[in-house]
């Protein structure tokens, strides 16, 4: 071991001892109040409060451990799973898949005019998303610790002396195996000098163009930017129904409220004045100035994972179990 | 410098975005809401007419207005409020402690915005520290958060110490093989001290989740918005360049030289106090697996 990485070693365990140590010794002082500490979540914090706000999180582990405490608490807004996704596996999902394909061809196949029933179109959008659901929903869950928890942003873990509390009630298995994970992605990084492209951020911001959608089948932490045809506008959501505005193509940004408190898991913009924004339990956001949200009226409580949209009247959105839904009067009727 | 006041036509705007006819909010209370909001927020300092304004545009107006007349009372909006935000209280709550053990929390926080009358006979709830500033479901959340860990410090402070922090506030006991070694551990833990105070405050907070409150990198990373390898990366780089200030701080503050400063990180690894845990457990494992020694049973049976 070089003479470099046994200091290393030594400054982790330094690290280790004396957060420890200060974690114990703290004394309750000026804490944020919950309104901060929400905005401060929420990013509805800028300028000088939002310097202030990060400077006493940044030391204060009272606050750390009150954050700790808010992360286990993000899964109030899960929708409950349907009830004919309960126990699909993958040995029904290759027949299913079959049968819809056939049930598509046949129904594609004669004329236009054929009229088909809802449910008849609802299996043929599933025959494209049976193989991303299957491949993806797993490694998404696997990230993370805990299977309730929802909101991507934030960790589910307890702070120490909450963990104690939770030791008895989380699965212990789970915990090793992300801690040795941990491990070793530290060893990597140990072993490794830091390179200057950050790679797997890149993955974290998508981008949608004009009417197009963003965001996945997976509902994840990603922050989400949605490109204007004027490409100067610009949105862009992240956890917890966050929502920002740009004007000058991203250089700065202006939060926006929703008045949601929900993931925001994809949007679309037809124009640079109109923005659809999707996400969890049914959220349906449009904006038609480019600032102001109105929440539409949507009939599920479903995950909401995509959206089209031609215009601020017209857009399809497609849910989580992948069923699509269509509005043409600016989201007063949905089909 | 007092902030400017908000005038009537912004407020009426952003009453109407607020959609307070709703509730039937009188005006006269959203605008002392809006008010207060920006008090809190600017102070005695104030702040110019554009700071004013961009920090009301960015209120959650819906909220405040329904917090609004949640607090005057209002039938329709108490229901609306039940219906929306209850249950996600309860949610919180049972996510905190499974078992059941925070619903009371949820009960007393629920009561608290309700309010109870105070002397004069006024209604006073917890929605007066509500302003807008975060929706109202972070709020509530961070509110119960709050309790949750106070609870839990206050049941703390009631608890005997464990074995192991008694251990570690004991005093450094002095090793007759190395005079200088609490001085080289004293030097080595103010430098690094002071090296982590200059840290910029996400580096801080990325050390003290990981390190202090024990999230693992994926938690941590998604607090401050990384992918878990970038946060890896992050922490490898903040220890590094650590490092290199402790041995900057410990030459040039210090005087000592190349040989005490290695010898300042030695006594680190050498120092039971900071062995890592796994390290210990792994090092019985291996004790455990050696071959049993046969020269101490010669000599036992002997």
Redesign the interface.
């Known amino acids: 071991m070089s003479?470099?990485s046994?200091?290393?070693?030594?400054?982790?365990?330094?690290?280790?001892?004396?957060?420890?140590?200060?974690?114990?010794t703290s004394q309750?002082g000026s804490c944020l109040?919950?309104?901060?500490?929400?905005?401060w979540?929420?990013g509805?914090?800028?300028?000088g409060?939002l310097?202030a706000a990060?400077?006493h999180?940044?030391?204060c582990?009272?606050c750390?451990?009150?954050?700790?405490?808010?992360?286990?608490?993000?899964?109030?807004?899960v929708a409950p799973e349907a009830w004919w996704r309960r126990g699909l596996s993958a040995r029904w999902l290759v027949p299913m898949a079959a049968t819809a394909t056939v049930i598509a061809i046949w129904v594609a196949v004669p004329r236009e005019d054929t009229r088909q029933p809802e449910q008849t179109s609802a299996a043929v959008e599933q025959v494209a998303t049976p193989q991303t659901k299957s491949t993806g929903e797993p490694a998404a869950r696997a990230?993370r610790?805990s299977p309730?928890g929802a909101d991507?942003?934030?960790?589910?873990?307890p702070?120490?002396?909450?963990?104690r509390?939770a030791a008895a009630?989380e699965a212990a298995p789970v915990h090793e195996n992300?801690?040795r994970?941990?491990?070793a992605?530290?060893a990597?990084?140990?072993a490794a000098p830091?390179?200057q492209a950050?790679a797997?951020?890149s993955?974290?911001t998508e981008r949608a163009r004009f009417g197009t959608t963003v965001g996945g089948v997976i509902p994840g932490?990603t922050?989400i930017e949605i490109v204007s045809p004027d490409a100067s506008i610009r949105w862009r959501t992240?956890p917890?129904?966050v929502v920002e505005y740009s004007e000058d193509a991203g250089a700065t940004w202006?939060?926006?409220?929703?008045?949601?408190?929900?993931d925001l898991l994809a949007g679309a913009s037809p124009s640079g004045t109109v923005c659809w924004v999707v996400g969890r339990a049914g959220i349906v956001l449009l904006t038609t100035d480019g600032?102001?949200w109105q929440r539409l009226t949507f009939p599920l409580a479903v995950d909401l994972t995509a959206i089209q949209a031609t215009d601020a009247r017209t857009a399809a959105v497609t849910a989580m179990d992948g069923r699509r839904f269509t509005t043409v009067d600016g989201g007063t009727t949905w089909k | 410098m007092p902030s400017p006041p908000i005038d009537d036509a912004l407020v009426t705007r952003l009453y109407k975005?607020a959609d307070g006819d709703a509730w039937r909010l009188p005006l006269s209370v959203f605008a002392d809401a809006l008010e207060a909001g920006a008090d809190r927020?600017f102070g005695s300092e104030g702040a110019s007419a554009g700071?004013l304004e961009?920090h009301l545009?960015?209120?959650?107006?819906?909220?405040l207005a329904l917090a609004c007349a949640c607090a005057l009372g209002d039938e329709a909006a108490w229901e609306h409020f039940v219906r929306e935000h209850r249950?996600?209280?309860y949610?919180?709550?049972d996510?905190?402690?499974?078992?059941g053990g925070a619903r009371d929390l949820a009960d007393s926080l629920y009561a608290d915005l309700y309010g109870f009358p105070d002397q004069q006979g006024k209604r006073k709830s917890l929605f007066r520290?509500?302003?807008?500033?975060?929706?109202?479901?972070?709020?509530l959340?961070?509110?119960?958060?709050?309790r949750?860990?106070d609870r839990?410090?206050t049941a703390?402070r009631l608890e005997p110490l464990p074995d192991e922090?008694a251990l570690?506030s004991q005093p450094e006991a002095a090793d007759a093989s190395d005079p200088d070694r609490p001085r080289f551990l004293t030097l080595?833990?103010r430098a690094?001290?002071l090296a982590?105070a200059r840290l910029d405050?996400?580096?801080?907070?990325r050390?003290?989740?990981y390190?202090?409150?024990?999230?693992?990198?994926?938690?941590?990373g998604?607090?401050l918005?990384?992918?878990?390898?970038?946060a890896?990366?992050?922490?490898?780089?903040t220890?590094?360049a650590?490092?290199m200030d402790?041995?900057r701080e410990l030459r040039t503050a210090d005087g000592l030289d190349d040989a005490q400063v290695?010898r300042c990180?030695?006594v680190?690894?050498e120092d039971a106090?900071?062995?890592?845990l796994?390290d210990v457990l792994a090092a019985d494992e291996r004790a455990r697996d050696a071959p049993p020694d046969r020269s101490i049973r010669k000599r036992k049976t002997s």
């Open positions: 003479r470099e046994l200091r290393d070693q030594s400054v982790e365990r330094l690290l280790k001892e004396s957060f420890r140590t200060s974690a114990r309750p109040d919950a309104e901060t500490l929400a905005a979540i929420d509805s914090l800028a300028g409060p310097t990060s400077e999180l940044a030391d582990v009272d750390q451990a009150t954050l700790a405490a808010f992360a286990r608490t993000a899964s109030p807004e990230d610790p309730g991507e942003r934030l960790p589910e873990q702070a120490p002396e909450l963990r509390e009630k992300e801690e994970r941990d491990n992605s530290l990597a990084g140990n830091a390179p950050d797997p951020d993955t974290l932490p922050r992240g917890s129904g202006e939060a926006t409220p929703t008045g949601v408190g929900t600032r102001r | 975005r927020v700071d961009r545009a960015s209120l959650h107006l819906e909220d249950p996600k209280l949610r919180a709550a996510a905190l402690d499974p078992s520290y509500f302003h807008g500033r975060s929706s109202l479901s972070t709020w959340r961070a509110v119960l958060a709050q949750h860990v839990l410090r703390r922090e570690s080595i833990k690094l001290g982590v405050s996400r580096d801080r907070l050390l003290g989740c390190y202090g409150q024990e999230w693992t990198l994926a938690q941590t998604r607090l918005g990384e992918h878990e390898a970038t890896s990366r992050n922490l490898a780089r220890r590094k650590l490092r402790v041995e290695a990180f030695e680190v690894t106090r900071f062995m890592d796994a």
